[in-house]
Each structure stands twice: as structure tokens, then as C-alpha cells.
């Protein structure tokens, strides 16, 4: 079986890539390798999949390791599907690559266009042409915006987007909703919720915290840590995507286009997550108090019954597990320690 995945040096794609290798399927990985967060980091990602002769210079590239072939290119890129993915037929595709982050996404709108919308529809126009059994892709739990109803579920209104980057996750969504009207094509979207855990993206709160607290750093709390978040392990995350991607549905539903949160569905505060760090590392926060960042929330929390109805999704680590395998992957990994670089 055939699989491709992009945004495969991500976070989450490089977890979801490395677990279908074990499994021994056949990957083909597309990322562009962006300096959004240091390219280092997904280069050493990409090493622990097999690739090792890469560099972040190579404006194109093309290679190969056990079961996998990885491309370095642009979603939007007319590159991409001419040359590399002309002639592949993949069974299933995994669209993770995206420009991600909130905040980035007020002072850099274009970036966020270019690569979740006109990328976006790229991916969808090569399905078009060589539809897969399954596409599956990420979507975010912050297309919820305003909406003050918790636990969020996919059911509710979500034409409120306080960013820009919710906006491009909420018109993916409509995007891949007429592209199964339209073309037939299976598609299904995954809102993903604050992800953490080992090799984590180095702009999120869990990685920010981790590494300043551990290296005696100050760190910037929002609203008086007086937040909740949904916070989800990696490894659950994995699951799920991999549940979705390779499993037929308990519940054999009609409709070719399906929405699902993934989550932990155990939302925490804040300054609990922020505790639950220092209780593990026996080291204590320099807080830094800031009021509530624009395209910010006070709240996220995951209904994920669905999920759970129809791919028997349960999510399994705590909040104390999860931080303690993150704590000690920092802890024994140098490739944590170097990656101070976020834009």
C-alpha cells in the first residue's frame, strides 16, 4: 500500500510517518522544510526516518531510505505535481503541511494564503486526477473562534475565526466538502487540538514552557495563566490519524465528507500545566505576566465522542504521563537543547 504524506517533517506528520514505516508500508513524504521553526529540527526528524544525506540548502530534493522517498518541495508548487507525483498512485493521502501558527499568521497573512489555501487546492486538484481511497487532513480546533459552548463539537457554528490561520482551516474544510460533492472524492477533516510531546514544534506553549523552565529561562504567561486547553499527547494523535486514515469506520455513514475533533477531551489550566512541569522537573517558572494575545481564546475543550463512535478513538496518556515522557526526551536528547530559533 501506497501512502503519501505531507508536511511529513512537522510534528505531527513526522510521528504519523514513523509509525506507518514500522508498520511497513510505503511512504512518499513532501515538505518543504520552512524557517517558520528551525529547519534543523525537521532535518533531524527526517534522519531519525531514514534520510541522512540532506541538507536544509538544497532548494530541491529527492531521496530515499527504507520504504520511504522523501521530496523537498512546495505544496502550491507546480513543481511537486508535475515532476514527483505525476506518475505515483498512492491508496491513501495524509495532507498535514501547512503554515501554522496563530499569532505569525496576523503579521504574515500571504504566507498563510499561499501555502493553506492555494496549496491547499493543489493537493485537492491532484486528487481530483488521482483519487485516493482516502484523504484525509488536518484541520484545527481553532475554527471554533468565539464560540463560548463547551466541550466544542463539530456540530457547532464556526464562522468566527479570530485569526487568519482559522479562516484558511475553515475554508479547507469547505474546500474538501464541495470536492466530495462534486468529484466524489473521500475526505475527511481531523481538528486538531494543542499537541505536545517528544521532537514538539518549538512555537507551542508546551515545548516553550518545557525548555525554559528546565533551562532556568522566564516565561511569558497569558492572562494570568487563567486559560484552558485540550492538551493532547502525540502519541494519541497518531492513533487517531492512523485509525482514520487505514481503518473502515465502525459506523458505515453515508456522506463522503466527515469532520472530527481530536482531542484529549480533558481540557487543563494553564497554571496546572505550567505546575505539573515543575512538580516533574523539581525546578520552579519565572513567570512573566501578559494580558490575552490577539486571535487568542480563553478555552478549548474536545467533544470526541464521534471520533470515538466511529474509530473506536480513546485517548490514553494524563497530562502527568505525557509531560514526563517530554521532559525526559528533553532531558536526553541534544537535538532539543538547539533549537532556539521561532519566528
Given at each position: 500500500m501506497n501512502i503519501l504524506v505531507t508536511g511529513c517533517a512537522g510534528f505531527i506528520g513526522f510521528h504519523l510517518t514513523k509509525r506507518l514505516l514500522s508498520d511497513g508500508y510505503n511512504v512518499v513524504g513532501v515538505d518543504n522544510l520552512n524557517d517558520y521553526y528551525s529547519p534543523q529540527l525537521k532535518i533531524a526528524r527526517l534522519r531519525q526516518l531514514g534520510i541522512e544525506n540532506i541538507t536544509y540548502n538544497e532548494?530541491?530534493?529527492y531521496a530515499h531510505g527504507k520504504n520511504f522517498c522523501f521530496v523537498k518541495e512546495h505544496i502550491e508548487s507546480p513543481l511537486l505535481y508535475s515532476d514527483f507525483l505525476s506518475s505515483e498512485k498512492f491508496d491513501l493521502i495524509c495532507h498535514l503541511a501547512a503554515q501554522v501558527g496563530v499569532r505569525y499568521s496576523i503579521e504574515n497573512p500571504r504566507q498563510y494564503i499561499s501555502s493553506n489555501i492555494d496549496g491547499f487546492f493543489n493537493i485537492l486538484e491532484y486528487c481530483r486526477f488521482n483519487p485516493p481511497t482516502r484523504f484525509v487532513f488536518a484541520s484545527s480546533s481553532s475554527?471554533?473562534?468565539k464560540n463560548e459552548k463547551l466541550p466544542y463539537t463539530e456540530n457547532a457554528i464556526t464562522d468566527?475565526?479570530?485569526s487568519l490561520y482559522a479562516a484558511t482551516k475553515k475554508a479547507n474544510e469547505l474546500l474538501a466538502h464541495s470536492y466530495s460533492e462534486l468529484y466524489g472524492l473521500h475526505t475527511?477533516?481531523?481538528?486538531?487540538f494543542t499537541v505536545y510531546g517528544p521532537w514538539g514544534r518549538p512555537d507551542?506553549?508546551?515545548?516553550?514552557?518545557t525548555k525554559a523552565i528546565l533551562e532556568g529561562k522566564p516565561i511569558n504567561v497569558f492572562n494570568g495563566g487563567n486559560m484552558l486547553r485540550d492538551f493532547t499527547y502525540i502519541d494519541d494523535i497518531t492513533e487517531g490519524i492512523y485509525r482514520v486514515l487505514l481503518n473502515k469506520p465502525i459506523v458505515d455513514r453515508a456522506e463522503k465528507h466527515q469532520i472530527y475533533n481530536i482531542g484529549c477531551s480533558n481540557p487543563v489550566n494553564l497554571n496546572d500545566f505550567i505546575e505539573t512541569i515543575e512538580r516533574i522537573?523539581?525546578?520552579?517558572?519565572?513567570?512573566?505576566?501578559m494580558p490575552m494575545q490577539p486571535g487568542d481564546v480563553k478555552a478549548t475543550w474536545a467533544d470526541v465522542s464521534l471520533l470515538q463512535q466511529d474509530y473506536g478513538y480513546a485517548p490514553k496518556t494524563d497530562i502527568e504521563t505525557g509531560l514526563t515522557e517530554l521532559i525526559n526526551w528533553y532531558n536526553n536528547n541534544v537535538y532539543a537543547k538547539i533549537f532556539d530559533f521561532v519566528r
Open positions: 532548494t530541491v530534493f475554527v471554533y473562534g468566527s475565526p479570530v475527511i477533516g481531523l481538528r486538531f507551542m506553549a508546551p515545548f516553550l514552557f522537573s523539581g525546578k520552579k517558572a519565572q513567570k512573566i505576566e
